[in-house]
């Protein structure tokens, strides 16, 4: 089966370094939502005289935030509809909710729901002083509206989103990421995307 693995949680908690460890075991496109559509939002959020680093304006979320996501889901069923496993890389919050969302990827990608194997890694901390500390370790500018808004910004590290797709239960890991990410802790993420 081809293997569809969505690595969520909130900034700061380690999606993207989780993914990229797993995915350099196990080859995959590897799908960022930021890198598909960070470019094109920090440019329109300018041309908008807004921060181009403010993803939580109301702007950003009528007009492009779903743009973004749309796009990441694209570029999702080209890779699916080829024979390739996908890692997708980003919150989706919205998109766990609805569950006709994963079905739809599955079937605009020619594919069926016995042949695309579905995992979700909700990845998570244990308190918020790591988060903060990880958000200033990689030095990113979309970033400084974050740190810069700390006390109002939803810093929740332990969130995990609703979920209402049609998978298996065991299909979901919480991965707490406190820590060093180990081989071991690679290992088990391993053994949960394969099986």
Known sequence: MQKLVFFVGVAGTGKTTVAREVALRRPC??????????????????????????????????????????????ICIENLSVGQDVFMISPFTAELKNEDWIKQVIADSNRTEKEVDVKVVVVTLDDMDTQRERIEERGTVRDSWKLNNWDSYETRVDFVPTINWDIPQDNVLIFDNTGDLTEEKVDRLMQFINR
């Open 29 to 74: 496109a590897f799908i960022d939502r930021d890198t598909v559509g960070g470019r094109f939002v920090e440019s329109i959020l300018e041309m908008n005289n807004m921060d181009k680093n403010d993803r939580d304006s109301d702007f950003y979320k009528k007009n492009l935030r779903d743009l973004e996501y749309d796009t990441a889901k694209d």
